[in-house]
């Protein structure tokens, strides 16, 4: 008889507990879950991202691991590194007694180089698959976006492209004061140029590797951060021997919700809603218009889907969603961030 997949968490915030009633959702009573916990001051949340009774621990038959020096004794198959952006690559780091695992780690991979390498000489040593969380690429609307440029015709008639993701931070989780975020602590990885670091995978993703041209980030707002909550930036990507310029707009300032990626090319113009799921071919003489179903959460389904499909065939993790496309977009969003320092009165 089959044992039940055996899930180790590293953090349950917000995007952990996601995942936490996801898996359960996909795998039913076929799994057990771990946890590995310093904190707990994230409470249980329900679909919506609000605070409900009870505690997550006993909600989900969680038990929890001290002393992860003896984590292989659980059998542990997959590893979720949902904790803070600073800490990802150090908890991958204290997995010394697994070997063969599956780890998914939420984007971005980690808010620093610096265990670099270290780190890849552990996933190495160790033979894990990494899996890292960018769920956008499971969009429909993005997926629409992507199946179209495989048109070669209309991808040598991109010109440039403009990525926006605007959103106050105040708004982001009803459970918590903003200022206690991760996303407005330097020292959890926060920060507009990191929590974004989307709308650069999506760039890279669609039109491969990019140049930094201009850039600056600021703190511009009232917001009480100790990070970025501005950033604006311009690429040169190439690819099929193409120049395509690329604008990335992001903030935790704007109060309207704004998401979208428009390209512009020679004869029209392709216009994706991210936020409102609609996708628009604009031409001279009319527009299609393309509806998605407005279900966030189905992307993270997908996201997990594709995961665990790895993960049961044993397959290696490829290129486009493991460390190495990772480290692209992490490279690139603390190239646009480095600069950028609060200013003392």
Avoid: W
């Avoid at 959702?25 to 799994?31: A, T």
């Avoid at 698959?129 to 993005?142: A, D, E, I, K, L």
């Avoid at 936020?275 to 393309?290: E, H, M, P, Q």
């Amino acid at each position: 008889m089959k044992r039940n997949t055996n899930i180790l968490f590293f953090g349950l915030g917000s995007i952990g507990q996601r995942h936490l009633r996801n898996l359960k959702k996909i795998l039913s009573n076929k799994v057990n879950f771990y946890a590995y916990r310093k904190t707990r001051h994230v409470p249980l949340l329900n679909n919506k991202g609000n605070k409900i009774k009870g505690g997550v621990e006993k909600r989900y038959n969680i038990s929890t691991i001290s002393d992860l020096n003896f984590a292989d004794t659980f059998n542990i198959d997959i590893v979720f590194i949902t904790n803070p952006s600073s800490l990802h690559i150090s908890s991958v780091l204290k997995l010394k007694c697994l070997k063969n695992s599956y780890i998914f780690i939420e984007k971005p991979i980690d808010s620093s180089l610096k265990n670099y390498s270290k780190f890849l000489n552990h996933i190495r040593k160790h033979k894990m698959q990494v899996f890292v969380g960018y769920n956008m690429r499971f969009h429909p609307g993005y997926i629409r976006l992507k199946n179209i440029l495989r048109n070669k015709t209309i991808l040598k008639s991109v010109n440039y492209a403009i990525y926006k993701c605007s959103k106050n931070l105040k708004d982001y989780h009803n459970y918590e004061d903003y200022k206690i975020s991760y996303a407005a602590r330097k020292e959890l990885g926060g920060g507009v140029c990191l929590t974004g670091v989307h709308e650069i995978d999506m760039m890279l993703d669609l039109f491969g590797n990019a140049k930094p041209l201009k850039y600056h980030s600021d703190k511009l707002s009232t917001l009480k951060l100790n990070v970025e909550d501005f950033s604006i930036s311009f690429y040169k990507n190439f690819l099929l021997k193409k120049k395509i310029i690329s604008l990335l707009i992001l903030d935790f300032i704007q109060i309207s919700e704004e998401r979208y990626i428009k390209i512009v090319c020679d004869n029209g113009e392709i216009f994706l809603d991210l936020r409102n799921c609609s996708l628009k071919i604009i031409k001279r003489k009319n527009v299609k218009t393309y509806h998605f179903i407005k279900n966030k959460n189905l992307m993270y389904i997908n996201e997990l889907r594709s995961f665990l499909n790895f993960f049961k065939k044993r397959r290696k993790i490829p290129d486009q969603y493991n460390e190495k496309n990772a480290f692209k977009s992490l490279k690139l969003a603390l190239e646009i961030k480095k600069k950028f320092k609060i200013q003392k009165n």
